[in-house]
């Protein structure tokens, strides 16, 4: 589903050039669930926004469903992010003056759909996320865990077939954080592909692969044994 | 994503951050209400001028003693002064064809007393064709009687303000007034209305032309108002005025003839100008009300840097991120616009109930020019927002909570 080929993300600061992601290559297939782990500073964040289209590489071809995407457009790489990607973000990134059903409908306004469309698909989802009766509040007056929650129905409305989670549970308690790694897991029983950020092993361990990452490289990646 | 969405959520980012909105908003309408106000005085006061003149009548031409125009030749000789205007040279101009009326003017400024009040009063000496041509209206009595211009009577004819300073509520008619050292009978009292551009016509007295020449020993005339037969004669019968006075002046040009016309057209233009030059300063706060309009554009896209980047996040392209801001500039200005209309017409009520006689009124053209100036300013002034918005890194934006 995703080949990444000789990906090198250089960062010029100053005179120094610092090597973000020094000749990674990588292989994802469709449905899989991967963790990223590593130090701060290892490329594992550049990694996931390089994956995300929010980030182009110096060098090095990405293959995404058998496309070429290195050579798009900024115009072309936002419609892949709308239909092909979803993110969820350690800071939720919730709009604050949106109401929790009007920041899960913004990817479809951005699409375009017709808003007769829009209302029961942003129910829906709200609805399977147990969020059904938080729909007109607003994110301030919403719990962390709920407001993840909201984030991930903005990131699956648009039905992608690619999550990309930057440490999802990093400012959540432990108990919902669970909860959350749970919705993101059952997503990816629907053949969605999950791809988290961590610092945390422990949940890095629960990923069917996991990919370690120093300064740049990729040092290990192991899969479990089914 | 479509206008009406695109709109509405710029709409919902407007109202997310609602002081900063309404002092944008009151920037851009007090920008537009003053363009709108200042021309609109401007236009009052054309309008004011253009109907003074037209109270006057309006083919009126007035005749000077003396040159006014330059005529490039060595200056006149130290003590020379033009010839006298006479009344025989005025009666000698009624009998063109294309003038109708000739009245000549003496005034002066004489002490009147009644009853041992007294008063120094402005003196018009002039005949009774001066209450067509002047178009004046009697309050009381009558005008000056129809006679010899030459031969001076002791009638008098008063101002609406004289009356009642001098009389207080009592009647003048018939009364008998001194001016100086003669006595001149009140024979009529101007009605209050006649108030024309440069001489108040309430607050003198009107004597028959020769009276005033022996009151004030002189034979000159002040000026001669001449009414032409009709609007197509002023010409003719300016050239007739010319023409008559210079053989009578042993063919020199010592007079000057004005019309009403050209009074009226240069005071036009000057107005013109002025309301113009009013608007363009006036323009200068619109202009300033862009530059607001674009730095807190400025701040809201530094302030909602995140949002920005979750907006690319999912899916929105550059040029959508453009679009939600520039919408947002437009409104602001469309919406201050309009708040400005509203500013300058309650402004225009409140003008019209101080000074009810000013015809101020907003020209259309005033409402045109200074909402689109707005609208213009206001996007152009946001299109640098919008661009650095567009423009914004994702991976940037999203950093930072």
Redesign the interface.
Known sequence: MIRLSHIHRIFTVGEEEVYALKDVSLELSSGDYISVMGPSGSGKSTLL?IL?L??RPTTGTYEFEKDQITSLS??DQ??V???KIG?V?Q?F?L????TAA?NVE??L????IDPRERKPRVAEALGVLGLKDRAKHRPDQLSGGQRQRVAIA?ATI?RPSLILADEPTGNLDRHSGSDVIEILENLNKTGITLIIVTHDPALGERARRSIVMTDGSILSDTRKKP | ??AG?TFL?SM??L??YPARTLLVLLAMAIGVASVMLLTSLGEGARRYINREFTSLGTHILFVLPGRSETTGGPPPLLGQTPRDLTLEDALALTRNPSIAKVGPIVVGSAPVSWNGKDREVTILGTTSNMFEIRQLAMGQGRFLPVQDPSVGTGVAVIGHKIKTEIFGNGSALGEWIRIQDRRFRVIGILSPKGQSIGLDMSDLVIIPVASAQSLFNTSALFRIMIEAKHRDDIQAAKDAVLKIIRERHDGEDDITVITQDAILSTFDRILTALTLTVAGIAAISLAVAGILIMNVMLISVSQRK??I????????????VLRVFLTEAAILSMTGAVLGLVLAYSGLGVILRLFPDFPVHIPVWSVIASILTAQITGILFGVLPARRAAALD??QA?SR?
């Open positions: 926004n995300g929010l980030d900024n115009e936002a419609l992010r709308r239909n993110f973000f800071f990134h709009i604050p003056r949106l009007e913004l990817p306004i951005l699409a375009g903005r648009m | 994503m479509k969405n959520f919902r980012a109202s997310g995140s949002e980047g979750l907006l690319k996040a999912v899916g929105a392209t550059g040029s959508q994702p991976v999203l909570r």
